[in-house]
């Protein structure tokens, strides 16, 4: 057993049929799928939460268009590397073999003059390149290497993707296979893979090593009694990563300024980059402050600027000094629900039309038949403010925004109710 790579690499896919999750890039006729079967595959950047088979869909790819496969990972590789990569491309080139994929995981942490490095050879088309990120790729990868990339979004497993992948590596492992394993519970299994596909097959052989019984009966209390207290043997890989950075959040978000600085310590530690750090702190600004301290976007917003102009350590300072005054501001999601109210919204009303009186009147025609012809300029009004309706008609009186129960927004509040009276029932 000690001689066996890991559960989770055991059960790596091998093909398209194999490969859990994602059906709406790699289903039957699924957009990747077409692209991939084929053969006509451009640079691509997979976008995507950890453990949701980036790195596994690369792989898989390669074989499919039976092409070697060079991986690379951003975090000990160089543009030495890079170039190493390159030249093996032109040499399969001048042999007439098979040009390769070149895969480099968390593309994202690649630097301008690593990243610069690979555009000569993605634009000759010596490699395909598939790069892996977590990150939003239009932060952190070069807008020209970007713009010869398609990117896909790979979505988060769902309980059935992360169910079906135990039960896969139940009946389809070589050595599990061979004990009596049945699952009477798996929601301590799913809630500790945080559903992450790697991690999940690692509590599980976990679980199953720490009993080294033949028959075993799965069941909540039995995970959590043995992986609790040994999380940290399969968090080797960085996987941590992620279950603190949502500590650092979720302290700020709670608003404990003492919790979130040690996370931040913990990160700074751990040799997390400043950006990141900096990023999700703008995202939390408006998420979880938002218009009950407006000051705190703006000062998120200048922490990401002077990280990227301050060096290291003293940057610590700056993102010490955001993360304390976040965690100690008032808290408000009003404007996180309103967009997400809005959107459910449009997703199930379409596209109702704009009021004649809100549209654009650029022609003599429009004009005519009354486009924007009793529209109230609201400046020619006392108080800058005349009542009419925004919304299309069937939406009228729809209340969106909901003010949270703090100084600043109940301010908000009361203004838009001398204003709109009983419209919106503020």
Not at 47 to 62: E, F, N, R
Not at 79 to 93: G, N, P, Q, S, T
Not at 113 to 132: F, H, K, M, N, W
């Amino acid at each position: 057993m000690a001689t066996l790579p890991p559960l989770a690499e055991r059960m790596r896919p091998a093909n398209l049929d194999e490969y859990v999750g994602q059906q709406h890039l790699v289903g039957q006729n699924a957009i990747l799928r077409r692209a991939i079967e084929s053969g006509n595959l451009p640079s691509l950047i997979l976008w995507g939460p950890p453990g949701v088979g980036k790195t596994t869909l690369a792989y898989i790819i390669s074989q499919q268009l039976q092409r070697p496969f060079f991986s690379l990972s951003a975090i000990n590789s160089g543009v030495k590397d890079v170039r190493e990569v390159i030249e093996k491309a032109a040499r399969l080139k001048e042999t007439e073999e098979n040009l390769p994929v070149l895969f480099i995981d968390e593309i994202h942490r690649f630097s301008k003059s690593q990243q610069d490095s690979l555009l000569g050879a993605v634009e000759r088309g010596l490699v395909t390149l598939i790069g892996a990120t977590t990150e939003n790729p239009s932060f952190e990868v070069i807008s020209a290497l970007l713009s010869r990339c398609q990117v896909y979004i790979l979505k988060h497993l769902t309980e059935d993707d992360l169910v079906q992948l135990i039960n896969r590596a139940i009946a389809g492992d070589k050595y599990l296979s061979q004990k009596k394993i049945t699952i009477a519970e798996h929601e301590a299994l799913l809630r500790l893979s945080g559903g992450d596909a790697r991690k999940l097959l690692n509590v599980l052989e976990l679980v199953i090593n720490a009993i080294g019984k033949d028959e075993i009966a799965i069941c909540n209390k039995l995970v959590l009694d043995n992986v609790q207290q040994n999380l940290a043997l399969y968090d080797k890989a960085g996987e941590q990563h992620y279950d603190i950075i949502s500590a650092f959040i979720k302290s700020i978000r709670g608003s404990d300024p003492n919790a979130a600085v040690y996370w931040l310590a913990r990160m700074i530690a751990g040799g997390e980059d400043p950006k990141f750090i900096a990023r999700r702190l703008l995202i939390l600004a408006s998420e979880d402050i938002g218009n009950a301290n407006p000051n705190a976007l703006l000062l998120a917003n200048t922490c990401f600027q002077a990280i990227n102009v301050i060096g290291w350590p003293e940057s610590r300072i700056i993102l010490s000094q955001t993360v304390t005054y976040l965690a100690s501001s008032a808290k408000s999601n009003a404007s996180y629900e309103a967009i997400n109210k809005a959107q459910e919204i449009v997703s199930r009303t379409g596209d109702l039309p704009v009021p004649l009186h809100l549209r654009n009147a650029p022609t003599k025609l429009m004009k005519n038949i009354g486009y924007g012809k009793e529209y109230a300029y609201s400046h020619s009004y006392e108080g800058n403010f005349k009542e009419q309706e925004y919304f299309p008609d069937k939406l009228a009186g729809t209340r969106l925004f909901e003010p949270g129960n703090n100084a600043a927004e109940l301010k908000l509040r009361e203004h838009l109710k001398r204003l709109w009276k009983d419209k919106y029932g503020y």
